[in-house]
């Protein structure tokens, strides 16, 4: 694995595995939605719900969807022709990765005792966590990278066993050096990059 690929590693893989095994407690043969499969979180999350045992949905754009199943997704559906919420399935665990659906719109697509997870955090998001904290579809929100540095060590070490026995890839966009720092910045908040943008400070 280049360092390119290993620095993707620290972002993506950190905070979708500790979403799907702690908040969402992936079990084996539960039904997966990951919403936004396609960027940083999405692809690496996608890969570890199938890791899991998951039977695994990626919800993406067209340009995405071979990436996707590449990646080993059961199911693909392009957001631009498909709208999971009206579809009639439902899952285990939402893991909305880019923050595009809410709670309200898609509980239910979830199944009883499912959980939606996000990672992107809003006062709407921190009130349902409150209000669903004893119901049976549960809001789920944490801020991964704030995690004790030892629960991090032991996730990357994780991870690394998933690289080294070839069950987890990195997906890399666009690769800028240091100096581009600030248009590496705006193609990332265009919002459509697949995986990861790499800042390389060597050559
Ligand atoms: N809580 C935490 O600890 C934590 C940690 C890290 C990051 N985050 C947050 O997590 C969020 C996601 O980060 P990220 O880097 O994974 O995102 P990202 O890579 O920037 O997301 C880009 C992807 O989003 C997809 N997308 C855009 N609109 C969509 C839609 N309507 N439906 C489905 N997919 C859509 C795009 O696919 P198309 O081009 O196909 O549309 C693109 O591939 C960010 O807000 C970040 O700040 C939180």
Redesign the pocket.
């Known amino acids: 694995m280049s360092y390119e690929e290993a620095a993707a590693i620290c972002?993506?893989a950190l905070?979708a595995l500790p979403f799907l095994r702690d908040e969402g407690n992936i079990q084996s043969e539960q039904k997966v939605l990951i919403?936004?499969a396609?960027?940083?979180?999405?692809t690496f999350a996608v890969q570890l719900a199938k890791y899991f045992g998951a039977e695994v949905t990626g919800?993406?754009?067209t340009?995405?969807v071979e990436m996707i199943k590449s990646l080993g997704a059961d199911h693909v559906i392009d957001?631009t022709k498909e709208d999971f919420i009206k579809n009639g399935q439902t899952y285990d665990i939402i893991f909305d990765?880019?923050?595009?659906i809410s709670f309200n719109e898609c509980k239910n697509s979830l199944k009883k005792n499912g959980n939606y997870l996000t990672?992107?955090?809003s006062a709407s998001v921190l009130f349902q966590m409150l209000w669903t904290s004893r119901s049976n579809k549960k809001v789920k929100?944490?801020?991964?990278?704030l995690r004790k540095t030892s629960d991090k060590v032991k996730d990357m070490r994780f991870l690394k066993g998933l690289v080294e026995a070839g069950q987890l890839k990195s997906v890399i966009d666009r690769r800028y050096p240091l100096e581009q720092a600030a248009e590496a910045s705006w193609y990332?908040d265009e919002?459509?990059?697949?995986g990861n943008v790499i800042l390389t400070v060597a050559s």
């Open positions: 972002e993506g905070t919403n936004g396609s960027g940083a979180i999405g919800v993406c754009s340009q995405n957001y990765t880019v923050g595009k990672p992107v955090i929100f944490a801020a991964t990278g990332v919002g459509h990059k697949k």
